[in-house]
């Protein structure tokens, strides 16, 4: 089983930029894809990155070309690169591999947007 712990949110203003980290116990496995999501307290969680195997990423809309996700597989590391943040991106951020099967979640890490 692998445990992540997420990293680096905070208080922003809009524009302003933030990068997460996410640490796993355990290996994710090169072979593994992997994501970041966001969960506003009583809303769905939704998937905001996923990179593959391959290197190859994806975004939805709403944060494409804001957000960059990267990894560091010999370190069991991902990040979260997010820029030009706006106040709709305040949320818990969490990691995980891709599902539908899912590990344990991690606490998360929160991140604010506020002027």
């Known amino acids: 089983q692998v445990q992540f712990v997420e990293s680096g949110g905070g208080l922003v203003q809009p524009g302003g930029s933030l990068r997460l980290s996410c640490t796993a116990s355990g290996t994710f496995g090169r072979d593994s894809s992997v994501g970041w999501y966001r969960q506003v307290p009583g809303n769905k969680r939704e998937m905001v990155a996923r990179?593959?195997?391959?290197?190859?990423?994806d975004y939805p809309v709403s944060v494409k070309g804001r957000f960059t996700i990267s990894r560091d597989v010999e370190k069991n590391t991902l990040f979260l690169q997010m820029n030009n943040l706006k106040p709709e991106d305040s949320s818990d951020y969490y990691c995980?591999?891709?599902?539908?099967?899912?590990?344990?979640w991690g606490l998360g890490t929160r991140v604010t947007v506020s002027s």
């Open positions: 990179i593959n195997s391959d290197g190859t990423t």
């Open positions: 995980n591999r891709v599902g539908p099967l899912y590990y344990n």
